[in-house]
């Protein structure tokens, strides 16, 4: 890997006491990995990834990954991010990498049943960027996941993942998913009736009150 993108993921990986956020080496690295635009840091990085043993240097190579996979489409290297889902274990890595993948577009050649198994992680910290994680793309089975969410009957247990759902179906779902969304108009949770309305208005629904 070129010695540039080395320095700058040990850069982004490095921890300062005392220090003001914005003054910090690592948050000043992070800004400049969202300007990258060299789409041959690709498959650097996806050759780096499996070899590197430290967590916090791997987190860095996943967000300087996504950015990047978000400027270039290459479908072998977005299936091999979502792959990756399966051999992380730290729920902070797996959070940031599945809010990442919400940023990227996957289309219906990708294998998304990685993202979908982490929607039912005992982790709520993974489970609601999992289901973030289920934005731009148009695959049935992430319809019919937040479809599933939506429905659950205790608003109150799963506020958080209806939300999440309600606004994924807002952006991914069809007109006639307004007729699952109407129900939540009722809830008594303020959140949840207001997701649920917008998410209506954005399917094409004319009067959701």
């Known amino acids: 890997m070129e010695s540039y993108l080395i320095d700058l993921i040990d850069r982004m990986s490095k921890k300062e006491r005392e220090v003001n956020c914005a003054d910090s080496v690592s948050w000043k690295a992070h800004r400049e990995a969202e300007a990258l635009d060299d789409k041959r840091f690709i498959t650097q990085l996806i050759d780096y990834l499996p070899a590197e043993k430290d967590k916090t240097h791997r987190g860095s190579a996943y967000f300087v990954l996504g950015k990047l996979l978000v400027r270039f489409t290459d479908n072998n290297a977005i299936q091999f991010f979502i792959n990756r889902l399966q051999i992380e274990t730290d729920k902070y890595i797996l959070s940031h990498m599945l809010d990442r993948l919400a940023k990227i ?10 993202i979908l198994h982490c929607t039912e992680n005992d982790k709520w910290l993974i489970r609601h960027s999992a289901i973030s994680a289920l934005e731009k793309t148009r695959h049935e089975a992430a319809k019919e996941k937040v479809r599933t969410i939506v429905q659950l009957d205790d608003h109150k247990k799963n506020k958080n993942e209806i939300i999440y759902a309600v606004a994924v179906l807002g952006m991914i779902g069809e007109k006639e998913d307004i007729a699952l969304l109407k129900p939540l108009f009722s809830s008594r949770i303020r959140d949840i009736k207001d997701s649920a309305q917008f998410a209506a208005e954005t399917l094409g629904c004319d009067s959701p009150l």
């Open 105 to 114: 577009d996957k289309d219906e050649s990708i294998d998304i049943a990685p």
